[in-house]
């Protein structure tokens, strides 16, 4: 089958360059047309790797370039709702970095000019496509693990290096941390426990609620009085609203407890997701460090302890490529070579098929908006003292009451 190739245009091309190899190894379906930033540097690097590519300094000039298919929007975060709804306004396919959106208006505003345009908008949700998730969320739809109980998925990474620029003012992240408290990244954390579990999908489950909580914020106050001194206004008490850590325990309307863990600012050593689930079959561990393998126990398969008798745990990878995604044996050779464990280049290529099939993206606008609510809603909880905060129905519509 022949496939129209699909013009492609970036906005934020400093963040754009980590997508470099994926974009390179999907030369054959993609035409790189445009790249948009503020800085002329940036502009002149992409000018070097893709000679005949058009760049812009300003994104509604970009958006009006007709030989533009699609935009993949890559610019900082707080941008990422309005450049999303202005490029698909004008016409473009849309794939977004995370997170989506930041308050209920603009998730309500996303889902509905989706719905008005037809166009394809998908979330570059990397975790989702890394070998080990595809693989549990595989599983899971042959019923491996029995009935899915509880799901858990962390992010803990140390930023604290992008909270602020070299005079140490502070980047975009940077304000992230001052101005919100809750969980302010959640869909690294989410967005492979909730596609294990078929939130959002036909037949499947729907997040009811979140209960939020944040411990004391002490990092960064130490890290910028280290670097900058004990008279830097980010040493000081109370400047950042942000606590260190954020965990959140979020129920299903059948049942599923989701916990979520987000914390990318306290020191430790690098070893950024965990993930597990919990089935009445079987259970899914991810390493914990980087010397300890992914780990998984399947009730009546796998082995036994030689001695005792009792229920061991297997590596992963015994069950590789037995039950691998499809995606992944279709595209693992291209896929690891690339950041986030594969899932930059199979982000990009589940959403340049989609557009190429005519059918909806795996993380589709509604999974979009429900993971990033996780932002604003945690929030919520937090100033209601950790009391649950219900979802939203974005499927039903603005105003539905469930």
């Not at 140390?158 to 992230?176: A, E, V």
Request: hydrophobic share 35%.
């Amino acid at each position: 089958m022949t496939r129209k190739r699909v013009r492609l245009a970036i906005v934020g091309g400093n963040r754009g360059a980590s997508f470099l190899n994926a974009l390179q190894a999907m030369s054959d379906r993609i035409d790189l047309t445009a790249t948009c930033d503020l800085n002329e540097l940036v502009l002149n690097q992409w000018k070097e790797i893709f000679p005949e590519i058009r760049t812009y300094h300003d994104y509604s000039h970009m958006l009006q370039d007709s030989s533009i298919d699609a935009v993949f929007v890559i610019s900082p975060m707080h941008l990422h709702a309005r450049h999303s709804i202005e490029a698909l306004n004008a016409g473009k396919h849309v794939l977004s970095e995370v997170i989506a959106v930041q308050s209920l208006e603009e998730a309500w505003e996303l889902v509905e000019t989706v719905e008005r345009t037809g166009l394809k908008y998908m979330m570059s949700e990397n975790y989702c496509f890394s070998r080990s998730n595809l693989m549990v969320k595989h599983m899971t739809e042959q019923g491996l693990f029995g009935e899915i109980t509880h799901v858990e998925g962390g992010y803990i990474h140390d930023l604290r290096h992008l909270i602020h620029h070299p005079d140490g003012s502070l980047t975009w992240r940077g304000h992230l941390h001052q101005n919100y408290n809750g969980v302010n990244y959640p869909t690294h954390s989410i967005g492979p426990a909730a596609q294990w579990i078929d939130i959002n999908k036909p037949g499947g489950d729907r997040l009811k609620s979140i209960s939020t909580h944040v411990s004391k914020s002490r990092a960064l106050q130490e890290y910028f009085s280290g670097h900058y001194g004990k008279d830097h206004p980010a040493s000081r008490e109370g400047f950042w609203r942000q606590g260190d850590s954020a965990v959140a325990a979020l129920m299903t309307e059948n049942g599923v407890l989701i916990t979520i863990r987000v914390d990318w600012t306290s020191v430790r050593p690098h070893n950024k997701t965990q993930y597990m689930l919990q089935g009445t079959k079987g259970a899914y561990l991810s390493a914990r460090h980087p010397n300890e393998d992914d780990l998984i126990w399947l009730q009546d398969r796998s082995p036994l302890d030689g001695e005792s008798g009792t229920e061991m745990w297997e590596p992963m990878s015994s069950y590789q490529p037995e039950y691998d995604h499809p995606k992944w044996k279709q595209w693992g050779t291209f896929a690891a070579g690339t950041k986030h464990g594969g899932g930059d280049f199979l982000v990009l290529e589940e959403f340049i098929s989609a557009i190429q099939e005519d059918r909806t993206p795996l993380v589709d606008v509604y999974d979009a908006v429900t993971w990033s609510a996780v932002f604003f809603l945690s929030m919520a909880s937090v100033q209601a003292g950790g009391n649950p905060v219900a979802f939203p129905d974005f499927k039903a519509g603005r105003g539905f009451a469930r």
